[in-house]
């Protein structure tokens, strides 16, 4: 599917872990696939929100290596970038996680990505983990269909 395709209708797309890391590791294989998205977050055609799970594992590497500069490139995206919302946990979020690790037989983290996209009001998920596309209340987005 095109990057274009894929985000039709989609004002307010939602970063899950994977996805960052390709763009701010400059992953060879995926970085041509998620730059373009990134580039129209940048530019104000998209909005991108991000949550505490996805800061947190992101930066589990970094921290584990040491890296000051890995580390404040995630934390500067994430957190410092305008178009991207950073977008927190709270009751209705984990109410939220707690039905879609019912109904779809979630992991937590994976519950809670996907309940702060719906919260935050998100047309689409992006990630790249092939297991997120039973979920159906939003539109899931894998970067290696892109």
Do not use: H, W
């Given at each position: 599917?095109?990057?274009?395709?894929?985000?039709?209708?989609?004002?307010?797309?939602?970063?899950?872990?994977?996805?960052?890391?390709?763009?701010?590791?400059?992953?060879?294989?995926?970085?041509?696939?998620?730059?373009?998205?990134?580039?129209?977050?940048?530019?104000?055609?998209?909005?991108?929100?991000?949550?505490?799970?996805?800061?947190?594992?992101?930066?589990?590497?970094?921290?584990?290596?040491?890296?000051?500069?890995?580390?404040?490139?995630?934390?500067?995206?994430?957190?410092?970038?305008?178009?991207?919302?950073?977008?927190?946990?709270?009751?209705?979020?984990?109410?939220?996680?707690?039905?879609?690790?019912?109904?779809?037989?979630?992991?937590?983290?994976?519950?809670?990505?996907?309940?702060?996209?719906?919260?935050?009001?998100?047309?689409?998920?992006?990630?790249n983990d092939i297991q997120l596309q039973r979920v159906?209340?939003?539109?899931?987005l894998l970067v290696s269909q892109l």
């Amino acid at each position: 599917m095109r990057i274009n395709q894929a985000l039709l209708g989609v004002s307010r797309l939602f970063l899950d872990t994977a996805p960052v890391v390709y763009f701010v590791e400059e992953n060879p294989y995926f970085l041509p696939l998620v730059s373009p998205i990134f580039t129209q977050i940048e530019n104000g055609f998209l909005i991108g929100v991000a949550s505490p799970v996805t800061l947190a594992e992101c930066l589990v590497m970094p921290y584990r290596i040491s890296d000051l500069i890995l580390q404040q490139k995630f934390i500067d995206l994430l957190n410092n970038t305008e178009n991207i919302e950073f977008f927190g946990s709270d009751r209705q979020v984990g109410q939220k996680a707690g039905e879609l690790r019912a109904k779809y037989n979630l992991e937590l983290p994976d519950a809670l990505q996907i309940a702060t996209a719906i919260a935050a009001n998100c047309q689409a998920f992006l990630t790249n983990d092939i297991q997120l596309q039973r979920v159906t209340d939003l539109r899931v987005l894998l970067v290696s269909q892109l």
